[in-house]
């Protein structure tokens, strides 16, 4: 008899309320688990964009760095659109800011006293949607034959030059910075005065739902 009803009592299925108790702490670890494990994603995300934007940084500071220090003296515009650098008006005033930075070289040629010829153009660029997102993007002019110097051509002289080199604003090929933002004025560079330059702007990553950024501000000045 003792025998036939602990047999009885092993063989006895959970109670209802022992299932639901059950099913409410795998439901607790459960839920636990999976906000872990977004958390954890958005960690490694957000971990791994900012490495992408301290890359971009570096990369970039160091490249327009380099391209100033190259240069004999540099023009800020409002941009690289025809119609805001075809005058000597349109160079951008010290404290005021563009999205156009223009770097020039210059030499004495043939001989170290004779008079300097144009050796090289540089420009820095952005073209920034509604949102004041975009590329910044760079192109070149180099001169194997130094170019003279042409003053004669009136005010607007070195505006001239520029526009027979770069008659539009088409060349978007080298792009220097995925994606950023300007933050001097909703510009990327401002004419701090005496040739020197600051590089005010926000790095962009990531996606809409999910965007990671880094502000960047650097003084450049070419070598005068």
């Known amino acids: 008899m003792n025998t036939r009803n602990k047999t009885d009592f092993s063989r006895h299925g959970f109670t209802l309320t022992e299932i639901l108790f059950s099913l409410a702490i795998f439901s607790l670890v459960a839920t636990g688990l999976a906000i872990f494990m977004v958390q954890s994603s958005e960690s490694m995300f957000w971990a791994t964009q900012k490495s992408i934007i301290t890359n971009d940084v570096r990369n970039f500071t160091t490249r327009i760095s380099n391209e100033t220090l ?5 023009y800020v515009y409002k941009s690289f659109a025809p119609t805001d650098r075809n005058e000597f008006s349109d ?3 010290s404290g005021e800011t563009g999205d156009c930075l223009v770097l020039i070289s210059y030499d004495p040629y043939p001989d170290p006293d004779d008079d300097k010829h144009y050796t090289k153009l540089v420009v820095f660029f952005r073209k920034p949607d509604q949102s004041g997102e975009s590329p910044v993007y760079r192109v070149e002019k180099s001169f ?15 505006e001239t030059f520029l526009a027979k ?17 300007g933050l001097a004025d909703g510009n990327l560079f401002r004419n701090f005065g005496n040739n020197t330059f600051i590089v005010n702007g926000e790095i962009l990553h990531g996606n809409k739902v999910k965007e990671v950024t880094n502000t960047y501000n650097l003084t ?3 070598r005068g």
């Open 144 to 158: 194997p034959t130094p170019v003279s110097i042409n003053t004669t051509e009136g005010y607007d002289h070195f």
């Open 70 to 74: 190259g240069a004999n003296t540099g």
């Open 165 to 181: 080199h770069f008659p539009d604003d088409s060349q978007t090929e080298d792009i220097v910075l995925e994606l950023s933002r």
């Open 220 to 222: 450049i000045s070419p």
């Open 91 to 93: 160079q951008q005033q």
